[in-house]
């Protein structure tokens, strides 16, 4: 099974930028594509940015051209630059992995962001 462990979440004002990380461990030959989701309180898990083995990107329209996805070299870990933030972006920021089979998705465990003055 896959393992996935995020950081780089905190407080930032608005206007300013984070840079998340997503470390994947276990069977990560396995995986097809990995993204980010968030869950502000009281709402559902909504996907923010995805990427496949192939590179192909997709963003929520709430973020696009503010945030980036990308695959590390290792290709086991997966970042998103979160530029312009907003306070409506304060949300836990769970890293995704996808793949075939029952064990699949994958969630992390969360890393908290917050965008307030």
């Known amino acids: 099974q896959v393992q996935l462990v995020e950081s780089g979440g905190g407080l930032v004002q608005p206007g300013g930028s984070l840079r998340l990380s997503c470390a994947a461990s ?12 968030r869950q502000a ?10 990427i496949n083995s192939g590179g192909s990107t997709n963003y929520a329209d709430s973020v696009a051209g503010r945030f980036s996805i ?19 972006d304060t949300a836990v920021y769970y890293c995704n992995a996808d793949g ?11 890393t908290q962001v917050t965008v307030s003055s």
């Open 26 to 37: 276990g069977s990560v030959f396995s995986i097809i594509a990995m993204g980010w989701y």
């Open 41 to 50: 309180p009281g709402k559902q898990r909504e996907l923010v940015a995805a």
């Open 70 to 88: 990308s695959r590390g070299n290792a290709k086991n870990t997966v970042y998103l630059q979160m530029n312009s933030l907003k306070p409506e």
């Open 100 to 110: 075939p089979g029952s064990n699949y998705p994958r969630w992390g465990q969360g």
